[in-house]
Every structure is written in structure tokens, then in C-alpha cells.
């Protein structure tokens, strides 16, 4: 069965510090991955999404970044940390192609900038 | 710009009393509509619709789409303390479905 990790659970980061956010998706090949942001009273928002290794679609102009050095390992990151940047960070993934599969998500990272 | 619309925001009913959560949306050429439970941490799936007017159905929940009128509901039936959470809806659109969007989801709470 598939499953997807994702760490550290919690973080509490100064402004201005560096960010370095990791997904791992064990049992399937090729998945579709997503980052997705959490603030209070906004729903989830769709960061970056990747259909295989090295490719990075962002949805939202930020300081944020993603990577996907692995097929099955996506990375969130960022050089300097701004406040409005806290939130409760979701790492998700899908069957690749399957349009109307849904999303699977880790138990997610809470980040909080001080 | 695709858009996922949930009410009420929040929402507080006695252990037993039947709920009905709310989900529209406009968005272009809709694929499927899904419905999540997240309680603390990872929001987990409840039910993919895509076709108008099917009932789908898992214990005391239950969930319809109407794609004329772009909506969907969510129905808990008995409610129970454990089905204290907030309830996501999204919404599968465009040409690639790559991506989901979500609604800013209800949240439950049940009381004994």
C-alpha cells in the first residue's frame, strides 16, 4: 500500500531564516506531487504541483520554492522566511494520469515565523 | 478563475441531530467534485462525484451532485462527537485535472 511522510511535523523559524520542508511517497511509481498551504479562513492553496523529477509548476508567486530531485521525494523550500509565510503545509500526491483520482495527503508540517 | 464556495463556515449541532453541508462552484469544464474530512492533521477523502443526481453513501454520510445547479451537499445522518472535524470540498476543472481546488471547508462540531 501507498503511504507519505512528511516532516518535521512542527517548526518555529525566525524571520529571515532558511526553509527546508521534505515529502517522501513510498509504494507507487511516478505519482503526481503537490504542496498546498493552509492558513486559517483561507482554505487550502495550491503551491507547486510536479508530474515527474525536476519538473515544478508553481501556481502562487512567492518566496517559496519546490523541488522533486527523486521521483518519489517533493521538497518545499524557501532562503528567507517572511511572517505571512506560517501556515500548515500539506504534501500530497496522486496516480499520475489519473485525472479524477484523488489526492492523498501527509499529516502535514505547522510552520510558524516569528 | 475557478471558484469552490462552502457554507455555513461553521457549525455547531447535538450528538444525533442530521447535518447538511453545502459546496457550489464555478469553475470551466468541471471533471469531478470530492468531498474530505480533516480532523487534526491530513485531511482524508469521503466520496468523488461526477455524475448529476447519484447518491453516494458510506455509513451515516452521504453526498449528491447537481451539475445543472453546480452544487453538491454533504449529509451526516446521527451525527457523533467523532464526526467533529472540517469537511473539504473540491473541485477537479480544466483540461488537465492536475489540480484540485478547494473550498475554505465547514467546520463541524458535534456536542454531546
Known amino acids: 500500500s501507498q503511504t507519505i511522510h512528511q516532516w518535521p511535523a512542527t517548526l518555529v523559524q525566525p524571520v529571515g531564516s532558511p526553509l527546508s520542508l521534505e515529502c517522501t511517497v513510498e509504494g507507487t511509481s511516478n505519482p503526481n506531487l503537490y504542496w498546498y498551504r493552509q492558513a486559517a479562513g483561507r482554505g487550502l492553496q495550491l503551491l507547486f504541483y510536479?508530474?515527474?523529477?525536476?519538473?515544478i509548476s508553481s501556481e502562487v508567486p512567492q518566496n517559496l520554492s519546490a523541488s522533486r530531485p527523486q521521483d518519489r521525494q517533493f521538497i518545499l523550500s524557501s532562503k528567507k522566511l517572511l511572517l505571512s509565510d506560517s501556515g500548515f503545509y500539506l504534501c500530497?500526491?496522486?496516480?499520475?494520469?489519473?485525472?479524477?483520482?484523488?489526492?492523498?495527503f501527509g499529516n502535514g508540517t505547522r510552520l510558524t515565523v516569528t | 478563475e475557478d471558484k469552490v464556495v462552502q457554507s455555513p463556515l461553521s457549525l455547531v449541532v447535538h450528538e444525533g441531530d442530521t447535518v447538511t453541508l453545502n459546496c457550489s462552484y464555478e469553475v470551466t469544464n468541471f471533471r469531478s467534485l470530492l468531498w474530505y474530512k480533516q480532523e487534526k492533521k491530513a485531511p482524508t477523502f469521503l466520496f468523488m462525484l461526477t455524475s448529476s443526481g447519484i447518491e453516494k453513501k458510506s455509513g451515516r454520510l452521504s453526498s449528491i451532485l447537481d451539475k445543472k445547479e453546480l452544487f453538491s451537499i454533504l449529509n451526516i445522518t446521527a451525527t457523533q462527537t467523532g464526526d467533529s472535524a472540517i469537511y473539504l470540498c473540491?473541485?477537479?476543472?480544466?483540461?488537465?485535472?492536475?489540480?484540485?481546488?478547494f473550498g475554505k471547508g465547514t467546520k463541524l462540531s458535534v456536542i454531546p
Open positions: 473540491a473541485v477537479y476543472s480544466g483540461a488537465g485535472s492536475y489540480q484540485l481546488t
Open positions: 510536479s508530474v515527474g523529477i525536476g519538473q
Open positions: 500530497a500526491w496522486k496516480r499520475l494520469r489519473e485525472y479524477n483520482s484523488p489526492l492523498h
